[in-house]
């Protein structure tokens, strides 16, 4: 007798979610944003209950440059409330603000001090850090009447990429009142390299004549850590005085260790007197100062011409085969 096979009841299909009904019909809105028609229901969607769909709205607004939509943004984040997984929603909200050049600093004041603690393994973990630090960056750029005082705040965030956020802002503010931060910030010591560095970077803008001197001593020092984080500040710069104590440093007897970082931080500089100081090094240099010059320019390998002036200058130095370095180091590139 054969056995008959059991029969599955079939499935009925799946219901869809009130999210997924919602993005369904925004859906034309998100995808052409700048059409006139877009406008409304996007603006509605700013004030959904669902903190996903704020998000995409936010984003929408900001890739299509809605006009005269200031106050809808702002609406929106008075409006957040409940659950924001990761402050998606609030962090677009304060995007779209900024990319619109928004004048009205409460969403941004609000965000500088707002945490937002959710469930992980283990003790719950604050996933509003780039939000604060997004709001340092819109606070600087309004000049926000409290903007040293929420950002001497942010220096003492728990969050390195917060206090980061906040002593770039300081030095695009441009007030060298805010140095006086920086300092402080440095001297309670911090050992996450991020902050140091922008830190540093910050003060060389705002106050160069305190920070020149502090880079220069830390450069010659016997801190490892602190000469890398000195020899990359200077090297970003663009100061004539930065670019001074780089090439002191080259000219280092000591050291060789202290000739390659110097080196390394003059190709980061990118003026010819820092380019034609390398290529010196490797015309004339040891073959140990040479090699450091010829792959410290090869981080420039994308620029033309370089790799033949490399070759060029190495033409005489007896001490290493500079045209087989380069073809290593910069990739066959040739110029």
């Given at each position: ?50 903190a996903t769909v704020v998000a995409f709205a936010a984003q929408a607004v900001r890739e299509g440059a809605l006009p005269d939509v200031e106050g809808a943004l702002v ?261």
């Amino acid at each position: 007798m054969q056995r008959r096979r059991p029969t599955t009841a079939p499935q009925s299909p799946r219901r869809s979610t009130a999210l997924e009904r919602e993005l369904a019909d925004l859906a034309p809105a998100l995808s052409n944003p700048g059409v006139p028609t877009s406008r409304e229901p996007l603006l509605a969607a700013l004030l959904s209950p669902r903190a996903t769909v704020v998000a995409f709205a936010a984003q929408a607004v900001r890739e299509g440059a809605l006009p005269d939509v200031e106050g809808a943004l702002v609406r929106a984040y008075a409006s957040l409330d409940g659950d924001d997984p990761g402050c998606r929603a609030r962090l677009a909200l304060l995007e779209a603000l900024d990319h619109l050049e928004a004048t009205d600093d409460r969403p941004f004041v609000h965000a500088a001090r707002y945490v937002q603690k959710e469930k992980a393994w283990g003790p719950a973990v604050d996933t509003a850090a780039g939000v604060r630090a997004r709001a340092a960056a819109g606070l600087a750029r309004m000049g926000s009447r409290d903007l040293l005082l929420l950002l001497g705040e942010m220096l003492a965030d728990p969050e390195p990429p917060v206090q980061a956020a906040a002593a770039d802002a300081l030095a695009h503010h441009g007030d060298r009142a805010g140095a006086g931060l920086l300092l402080l910030r440095l001297a309670l010591g911090d050992t996450d390299p991020q902050v140091l560095l922008a830190c540093h970077a910050a003060l060389l803008q705002l106050a160069p004549d305190v920070s020149l001197p502090r880079l220069a001593s830390m450069l010659s020092g016997h801190d490892e850590g602190a000469a890398e984080v000195a020899a990359l500040v200077l090297g970003q710069s663009r100061s004539e005085a930065a670019l001074e104590l780089l090439l002191t440093a080259l000219r280092d007897d000591v050291l060789p260790a202290r000739r390659a970082r110097a080196m390394g931080a003059l190709a980061h500089f990118r003026g010819e007197r820092a380019t034609s100081a390398l290529l010196a090094v490797v015309a004339g240099g040891r073959r140990a100062d040479a090699t450091a010059a010829v792959k410290a320019l090869a981080s420039r390998a994308f620029e033309p011409e370089l790799a033949r002036r490399v070759i060029e200058a190495g033409e005489g130095n007896r001490e290493l085969d500079v045209a087989a370095l380069v073809a290593r180091e910069f990739g066959g590139a040739r110029g």
